[in-house]
């Protein structure tokens, strides 16, 4: 507890004054960094029915020779919060998963959700004169407005008809809300790979939401200083320079955010990954996911958390699209509490048939759980984990079968 309190403090101190911190980036921008393993990228920008422009980037071609004409698949990639783009490669090539499946033949389409680094522009929004409406929206906006804007575009620019989906954290929140709000997109998806499967927060066991729960009232403090915007790219020196000073510190900083020690045992990637770390949420997103912690539901926002009901839940039963759910049993953010005490109660049971029952038990269309085979295996470690060679080949292998199925 003396750790965790430590490290907030000392976070909340260095963001006020990280302007004073000399502290560069060591691995740039994505697309120098694909360069410089001599992968193709390409820009594209995307806009949203709300005004939104959006920055997805692609990988057209992998460093393995695909035949010429050959009709490449599409895979498109979103990241969870506070994340960006460059995340899904930045464990380089043979361990990221957008740089295996480049290789592999496929083409990799990475999106970046409305507010992050990559994504702050719109058309008549300003992100710093208009800050408190340019930020007033949450995953259920992601997931009506900017991945159906992202999911349509790679079709139309592909010509295909469907395309493969990864979802990581928010990713998965938000592709639920799609589904469910707008089901006509559940046809345009091949197979959706759910990666560490977000949705309520209800009962998890993460420090920083079980804090909020119980003392909501900060976010309305929060709000009141209208800190509209959170933890945007200009803060990454702060967090550098943490651990840079401290490893003991910077260890409990990556636990608080959901990385085992485990799984990240490497310090100079720990000062990798936080040169594009964090990448900037709204206020409003951290709000909705505490509303659900609260209330234990998975519905729309409300600025008033005792009046969310049941009732008021996003329709699951909508959410039609192929789906493979993949989890680690040490995951912060998703329930696994009640998951294993069930396990220790039902003989017999599988953990496919608990998780189904307790974290998708509404959705009609999953195809396979898997569960990553290694203990400890947190919510970060999907993405930033040493270990992620498993995990990658499964959804690898389940991403061939869907396609050579379908085309």
């Given at each position: 507890?003396?750790?965790?309190?430590?490290?907030?403090?000392?976070?909340?101190?260095?963001?006020?004054?990280?302007?004073?911190?000399?502290?560069?980036?060591?691995?740039?921008?994505?697309?120098?960094?694909?360069?410089?393993?001599?992968?193709?990228?390409?820009?594209?920008?995307?806009?949203t029915e709300d005004g939104?422009?959006?920055?997805?980037?692609?990988?057209?071609?992998?460093?393995?020779?695909?035949?010429?004409?050959?009709?490449?698949?599409?895979?498109?990639?979103?990241?969870?919060?506070?994340?960006?783009?460059?995340?899904?490669?930045?464990?380089?090539?043979?361990?990221?998963?957008?740089?295996?499946?480049?290789?592999?033949?496929?083409?990799?389409?990475?999106?970046?959700?409305?507010?992050?680094?990559?994504?702050?522009?719109?058309?008549?929004?300003?992100?710093?004169?208009?800050?408190?409406?340019?930020?007033?929206?949450?995953?259920?906006?992601?997931?009506?407005?900017?991945?159906?804007?992202?999911?349509?575009?790679?079709?139309?620019?592909?010509?295909?008809?469907?395309?493969?989906?990864?979802?990581?954290?928010?990713?998965?929140?938000?592709?639920?809300?799609?589904?469910?709000?707008?089901?006509?997109?559940?046809?345009?998806?091949?197979?959706?790979?759910?990666?560490?499967?977000?949705t309520n927060m209800h009962?998890?066991?993460?420090?920083?939401?079980?804090?909020?729960?119980?003392?909501?009232?900060?976010?309305?403090?929060?709000?009141?200083?209208?800190?509209?915007?959170?933890?945007?790219?200009?803060?990454?020196?702060?967090?550098?320079?943490?651990?840079?000073?401290?490893?003991?510190?910077?260890?409990?900083?990556?636990?608080?955010?959901?990385?085992?020690?485990?799984?990240?045992?490497?310090?100079?990637?720990?000062?990798?990954?936080?040169?594009?770390?964090?990448?900037?949420?709204?206020?409003?997103?951290?709000?909705?996911?505490?509303?659900?912690?609260?209330?234990?539901?998975?519905?729309?926002?409300?600025?008033?958390?005792?009046?969310?009901?049941?009732?008021?839940?996003?329709?699951?039963?909508?959410?039609?699209?192929?789906?493979?759910?993949?989890?680690?049993?040490?995951?912060?953010?998703?329930?696994?509490?009640?998951?294993?005490?069930?396990?220790?109660?039902?003989?017999?049971?599988?953990?496919?048939?608990?998780?189904?029952?307790?974290?998708?038990?509404?959705?009609?269309?999953?195809?396979?759980?898997?569960?990553?085979?290694?203990?400890?295996?947190?919510?970060?470690?999907?993405?930033?984990?040493?270990?992620?060679?498993?995990?990658?080949?499964?959804?690898?292998?389940?991403?061939?079968?869907?396609?050579?199925?379908?085309?």
């Amino acid at each position: 507890m003396y750790k965790v309190a430590f490290s907030i403090g000392l976070v909340a101190l260095s963001v006020i004054w990280w302007k004073s911190i000399d502290v560069h980036p060591t691995i740039g921008n994505i697309s120098d960094f694909l360069k410089s393993y001599e992968y193709i990228v390409e820009t594209h920008q995307v806009q949203t029915e709300d005004g939104y422009i959006l920055t997805m980037h692609r990988i057209p071609e992998g460093r393995n020779e695909v035949p010429k004409n050959t009709k490449k698949p599409a895979v498109f990639l979103m990241h969870g919060l506070l994340l960006s783009s460059i995340d899904w490669v930045i464990k380089g090539p043979e361990k990221a998963v957008g740089l295996i499946l480049a290789d592999a033949g496929y083409d990799v389409w990475i999106g970046n959700y409305r507010g992050n680094t990559c994504s702050r522009k719109h058309l008549n929004l300003d992100p710093i004169r208009d800050k408190e409406a340019f930020y007033n929206s949450s995953y259920h906006e992601i997931g009506i407005y900017d991945i159906p804007a992202m999911v349509d575009y790679v079709l139309e620019h592909t010509g295909q008809a469907k395309l493969s989906y990864i979802g990581f954290s928010q990713g998965v929140t938000s592709f639920l809300v799609m589904g469910a709000l707008r089901p006509e997109y559940n046809e345009k998806i091949l197979i959706m790979n759910a990666w560490a499967p977000v949705t309520n927060m209800h009962a998890t066991s993460s420090f920083i939401f079980n804090t909020l729960r119980k003392f909501p009232y900060v976010l309305k403090v929060i709000e009141l200083l209208k800190w509209y915007e959170m933890f945007d790219i200009t803060t990454a020196p702060a967090f550098r320079f943490i651990c840079r000073s401290s490893s003991f510190i910077c260890d409990g900083l990556f636990g608080l955010l959901g990385s085992s020690d485990e799984q990240m045992p490497d310090k100079n990637f720990q000062l990798a990954a936080l040169s594009n770390f964090p990448s900037g949420m709204s206020l409003k997103q951290l709000s909705h996911y505490v509303q659900g912690s609260i209330s234990g539901i998975f519905a729309p926002y409300n600025r008033n958390f005792s009046n969310v009901k049941k009732s008021d839940s996003y329709d699951l039963a909508k959410v039609t699209a192929p789906m493979i759910f993949y989890y680690g049993e040490e995951d912060n953010l998703v329930n696994h509490v009640r998951l294993l005490e069930y396990l220790r109660d039902l003989n017999g049971v599988t953990c496919l048939q608990v998780l189904l029952n307790e974290v998708i038990k509404d959705i009609p269309n999953v195809k396979k759980i898997y569960r990553v085979p290694y203990r400890g295996f947190n919510h970060l470690d999907f993405l930033w984990g040493k270990d992620v060679q498993l995990l990658n080949e499964e959804t690898l292998k389940n991403i061939n079968y869907f396609n050579e199925n379908f085309y």
